[in-house]
């Protein structure tokens, strides 16, 4: 027993605080800590009992000395000499003791911290890790901004703790909750071999479900804060009611509306209490706006954990933003815990987090995340940010170039790429969906920047990505929506081609084009745009794609919005692809004419948005005109710019948001907008003889219902009246208007529409009309 327990093999327990000079008042398990390891064993298995005992004078009480020494930790990875002093004591004796700690060598799965029969069990990958220390801490709490608390470190024997490429340890005695922990690691130098290790950090588990860190967002004062994983065993599982069920929309019968939840109730317009201001809670207190709006689903923006103020760790010209989107993501397991009401932490986000979604359930509300598995929050090689993954396993978690010095590849556009075909990082970012779906109930997802996943590990694109396919294939995600952004910033652009095993939907960037230039008045886009509102059968007529495959969209959270005023460098400043226009006038203006044109606009865009088969997908603040004044790249404003105003809202509510409403419920109570299968000759007449001429603008059609409530649409690109001929209507049906974008509020959309339709009609200059066969 003694040569299977030798020192060498035994474990070094160091204590040091992460978060504060080491001094007297730091709390600890108890008011002593040693490195003294007792070993024993009970029956079979290998047991520790560990006596704690604080070096006090270290701490700063000279009453009483013990023989310690001071190592300096070495020159990191960046070439930068750690802050951070650790104590490691040389055997001294035990003065004081606390009730032992009891560790076993642990089990390799599942991976993250799991609670099994003999206690506390830990377990994180790392295949090129020669060292793992697990670093533990119970924090108090009296100032919730502040991680206070000092850190007790085990370090894993790898001929005990280790399980071919898996480390791990158990631990019975610890509490079941409010334990903090993380994981120094240590491995090979080669930073040309893409190597980044470095045993200064405290690294987060990648399968922390959560985190803790800074309490409120955007909080100044505490900048520099530090994020670590941590559990709960003690809370009772979340109750989600005896007549609970799921929307399960079918997909042709979603209209999506993207959001941000903090941008949604954060302002101040909002009405709500400051304690829950742009959090999960104040999502449910507006539910009854969405469904007044009359949207089926909500797209959130990322809603893993992220830090808002990474900007501000360093002097940078971006040092003045808070990442308010959130595409930039710390750990794929945990909800934004600064999204709970007030400064509440993680356990109660992820509480709160349930009650949104059980709450948006019940109004027949899905929930579909918008997740970002391309990248992560640790940046480049020039300005790392290491949190975890960088400092875990480099080399396997991104894509590193060997041939280029081990650089971090960048398809991301934000300094490195997850390697998402690695076996591993693949099953990581499977568990981290399969998680979201069993505990949190979400319906779907949309993959930001979705071309990423379909690179092998050197970057090379690949015909049939592993990930993708076993996203598709999944048991667990197989009622979920599945949406990609099909490109990503090495210019794999993939919208219609990407490998979807029938299951995938895609933003179709296309359709977003193809309807902005021609409704602003763009030439020779007449047949695109049939094309477009007809379902793209171009890109997704094929295999088994339906039409709702295609996710309609205007605009998102990216890119300008509907309306437009002054951007300050005379629409210079957004790529050349946005295809805007401000009507003739940059910036706010009292010109009726131009103001009217702007209305008209917007209600143009809208009405091809949801008279299009297909998916169709509208951005929060779209139904009462938002403004980011031009800002087509809004994601460092945590204000107006990004910030739904409800103000705005009440002064709109009874012309531009009513028809915004009134068009979307149209839409779902007629069928002829979301059918399942394409549209064919029976389906649809084309009133166009003059597809050729590159300056016609205007474009007529009827869509075909087999009851006789046909639907008649035109619309006029032009600067002039286009007097247009109306065919007849089916047997024994008159003609009804229900739109005419050009006139004023509530003529503009009459639900039970209006009659007296003749054989013609004079449509105005950049108007659209709808009519509908009714008795």
């Not at 065993?233 to 939840?261: A, C, R, T």
Request: negative net charge; charged residues 25%.
């Amino acid at each position: 027993m003694d040569a299977l327990l030798s020192p060498r093999q035994g474990m070094k327990l160091l204590v040091h605080s992460p978060f504060c000079e080491v001094n007297a008042n730091f709390p600890l398990f108890t008011s002593a800590v040693s490195s003294n390891v007792r070993r024993s064993c009970i029956g079979a298995s290998r047991l520790f009992q560990m006596g704690l005992k604080l070096d006090k004078n270290a701490a700063g009480d000279h009453g009483q000395r013990h023989h310690t020494k001071t190592r300096e930790l070495a020159t990191n990875v960046y070439g930068q000499r750690s802050q951070e002093r650790v104590l490691e004591e040389e055997a001294p004796q035990i003065s004081e003791t606390s009730p032992s700690l009891k560790v076993f060598p642990g089990q390799a799965f599942p991976l993250g911290v799991s609670e099994v029969e003999s206690g506390i069990n830990f377990a994180i990958f790392s295949q090129h890790a020669t060292a793992v220390t697990l670093c533990l801490s119970l924090p108090t709490r009296e100032n919730l901004d502040r991680l206070d608390g000092g850190m007790m470190e085990l370090e894993l024997d790898p001929h005990i703790n280790r399980t071919g490429n898996i480390w791990h340890i158990c631990i019975e005695d610890l509490p079941r909750r409010n334990v903090l922990y993380g994981y120094r690691i240590d491995g090979p130098r080669d930073w040309h071999q893409g190597h980044r290790f470095d045993s200064s950090i405290v690294l987060i588990d990648p399968y922390a479900k959560l985190i803790e860190g800074r309490r409120y967002f955007g909080d100044p004062t505490n900048k520099m804060c530090k994020f670590l994983g941590t559990y709960d065993f003690d809370s009772l599982p979340f109750d989600w009611g005896d007549n609970y069920k799921l929307p399960n929309i079918p997909e042709q019968d979603l209209v999506i509306y993207e959001m941000n939840v903090r941008a949604f109730t954060a302002d101040e317009s909002s009405g709500l209490h400051p304690n829950i201001r742009g959090s999960y809670l104040g999502v449910i207190e507006k539910i009854p706006h969405l469904l007044e709006l009359g949207i089926n689903a909500v797209e959130l923006l990322p809603v893993f954990e992220f830090d808002e103020l990474e900007f501000q760790r360093r002097p940078n010209p971006r040092d003045h933003l808070i990442n308010t989107w959130g595409y930039s993501t710390i750990n794929f397991f945990a909800p934004m815990s600064r999204y709970a009401s007030a400064g509440g932490g993680p356990l109660n986000a992820s509480r709160e987090f349930k009650e949104m979604i059980k709450a948006l359930h019940s109004a027949g509300i899905e929930v579909i995340l918008d997740v970002v598995y391309n990248h992560t929050n640790e940046a480049d090689d020039d300005y790392p940010y290491t949190t975890s993954f960088r400092g875990i396993d480099n080399k396997v978690y991104y894509m590193v170039d060997i041939n280029s010095n081990g650089q971090l590849l960048n398809f991301s556009g934000c300094g490195n790429t997850l390697n998402c075909n690695h076996p591993l990082v693949m099953e990581l970012i499977l568990d981290s969906l399969r998680h979201w779906v069993i505990e949190y109930h979400v319906d779907g997802f949309r993959f930001d920047l979705t071309s990423v996943l379909c690179r092998g590990t050197d970057g090379s694109p690949l015909n049939a990505p592993p990930l993708i396919r076993a996203i598709a294939k999944d048991a667990i995600l197989s009622r979920c929506k599945i949406i990609a952004e099909p490109w990503d910033c090495g210019g794999l652009y993939l919208v219609g081609r990407f490998p979807n095993w029938d299951r995938w939907a895609e933003w179709n960037g296309k359709y977003r084009d193809d309807v902005r230039r021609f409704i602003k008045g763009d030439c020779a886009m007449k047949g695109s745009f049939a094309t477009r509102v007809a379902g793209s059968a171009d890109l997704y007529n094929v295999n088994k794609r339906k039409p709702y495959h295609s996710v309609n969209f205007i605009i998102a959270h990216d890119g300008f919005t509907l309306i437009m005023t002054a951007n300050g460098e005379g629409g210079n400043d957004g790529s050349n692809d946005n295809f805007s226009w401000n009507c003739g006038f940059e910036g706010e203006t009292a010109d009726i004419k131009i103001k009217a044109l702007r209305s008209r606009q917007m209600k143009n865009f809208h009405l091809a948005l949801m008279i299009s088969q297909g998916t169709p997908m509208m951005l929060m603040g779209d139904e009462y005109g938002h403004t980011r004044y031009g800002n087509n790249n809004s994601y460092g404003h945590d204000t107006a710019i990004n910030n739904f105003q409800w103000e705005h809202l009440d002064a709109r509510k009874h012309n531009h948001f009513r028809f915004f409403s009134e068009m979307i419920k149209f839409r779902r109570t007629n069928h002829l907008f979301g059918r399942k299968d394409f549209l064919n000759k029976n389906d649809v007449t084309w009133h166009e003889d003059n597809w050729d001429n590159n300056d016609s603008k205007f474009l007529a059609f009827t869509l075909h219902d087999n009851n006789g409530r046909d639907v008649y649409l035109a619309f006029n690109a032009h600067d002039f009246f286009v007097k247009v001929k109306i065919p007849s209507p089916p047997q024994k049906r008159r003609w009804f208007r229900v739109v005419d974008t050009n006139l004023e509020s509530p003529d503009d959309f009459v639900p039970e529409g209006v009659p007296g339709i003749g054989s013609t009609y004079n449509i105005a200059p950049y108007s659209s009309l709808l009519l509908e066969a009714k008795l």
